[in-house]
C-alpha cells in the first residue's frame, strides 16, 4: 500500500517556477550576433542643424583621403588649388565676372598711363608723331601688359587642373634630384576629378575667351597705328612735292653752299680753263 502511495504523481502546484536549468535551456544568454542582429537605437549628442544629415556626420568623423598620402602637404593638388584660388591675381580669374573684367581694365589702364604714354611720348623716335598716334601706342602697351598677365594665369591654372585631373601626381620629397610618383585613391581621384571638371575647367574657358579678346583688340590698335602713320608719311611727302620737289623751301640756296663749300663748284671753272 505504501508503494501504490509512492508511485502516485504530485498534485501541481499553483504556480510553478522554473528550474534554473529550464530557464537557462529557455533563454539563452545574449550574444554579439543577437546584439548585431537588434542594435540599440543611436541617440545623437548634439541637436543637427537644419543643414546637416547624419551622412555629413558620419562623413566628417572619418579620416580624410589623404592619410595615407606620402605626397608633401604643399604638393598635394586640392592644397595647390587652394592657394591658387587665394592669391593674386590667379584668383581673379575664379570669381566674378564683372570684377574679373574691371581688374583687368584697371590694370591695362594703370599700365597704359603711367608707363606706356610717358614712353611714347618722350621716347618717340619720330619727331613728327601725333598725339594720337602717341596715344594709340600708350593703349597698345596696356593690352600687351594685361595679356601677359592674362597668359600667366592660365599657365598657372592649367598646371593645376593637370594634376587634378592626372590619375598619378608627380611630387619631390626632399628635392628635385629625388622625384617620385604617387597613384591616386579611388576616393582622392574621384574628388579631384570632380574639382577640375566643375571648378577649373571653366576657369581656364574663360581664360582663352579673354585671350581671343585681347589678341584680336591688340590686333586692330595695331593697324590702327600703322594706319595713321603711313597717312602721315604720305601728307608730308605731298606737300613737299606741292613746295617743289623733296627739298623744303628755304632751306638750300647756292650762294651760302659756295660760301661754306667752294670746292664743290670749282670743277666747272677748271675746265673751262683747260679748253
Not at 598635394?76 to 588649388?81: A, D, R
Not at 573684367?101 to 597704359?112: D, E, H, I, Q
Not at 574639382?195 to 589678341?215: D, E, H, W
Request: net charge negative; aromatic share 10%.
Amino acid at each position: 500500500m505504501a508503494f501504490l502511495i509512492s508511485l502516485k504523481p504530485p498534485s501541481p502546484s499553483p504556480s510553478p517556477s522554473p528550474s534554473p536549468v529550464v530557464s537557462t535551456f529557455l533563454l539563452p544568454p545574449l550574444t554579439s550576433t543577437t546584439t548585431s542582429l537588434f542594435p540599440p537605437p543611436i541617440k545623437p549628442s548634439k541637436p543637427l542643424h537644419h543643414h546637416q544629415t547624419p551622412f555629413s556626420i558620419s562623413f566628417s568623423n572619418r579620416n580624410s583621403p589623404e592619410t595615407d598620402c606620402p605626397v608633401p602637404p604643399e604638393q598635394q593638388p586640392i592644397n595647390e588649388f587652394q592657394s591658387l584660388s587665394t592669391s593674386s591675381p590667379f584668383s581673379w580669374a575664379s570669381g566674378d565676372f564683372v570684377e574679373y573684367c574691371s581688374r583687368l581694365l584697371v590694370t591695362g589702364a594703370g599700365f597704359a598711363l603711367f608707363v606706356g604714354l610717358p614712353v611714347s611720348w618722350y621716347g618717340s623716335v619720330g619727331v613728327g608723331w601725333e598725339p594720337l598716334q602717341r596715344i594709340l601706342g600708350a593703349v597698345c602697351s596696356g593690352i600687351f601688359a594685361v595679356t601677359i598677365a592674362v597668359v600667366r594665369m592660365y599657365l598657372g591654372w592649367a598646371y593645376v587642373g593637370n594634376r587634378l585631373l592626372s590619375a598619378t601626381i608627380e611630387y619631390e620629397e626632399t628635392g628635385w634630384y629625388d622625384g617620385q610618383i604617387w597613384v591616386k585613391t579611388a576616393e582622392v581621384l574621384a574628388r579631384d576629378r570632380l574639382l577640375g571638371s566643375f571648378t577649373v575647367k571653366p576657369v581656364l574657358n574663360r581664360l582663352k575667351n579673354t585671350l581671343v579678346a585681347l589678341a584680336i583688340s591688340l590686333l586692330i590698335f595695331i593697324a590702327l597705328l600703322v594706319n595713321t602713320e603711313s597717312t602721315q608719311k604720305e601728307t608730308a611727302i605731298a606737300s613737299g612735292r606741292e613746295a617743289g620737289g623733296r627739298s623744303v623751301a628755304g632751306s638750300y640756296n647756292d650762294e651760302s653752299a659756295r660760301s661754306f663749300e667752294p670746292e664743290a663748284f670749282c670743277g666747272g671753272s677748271d675746265l673751262s680753263l683747260d679748253d
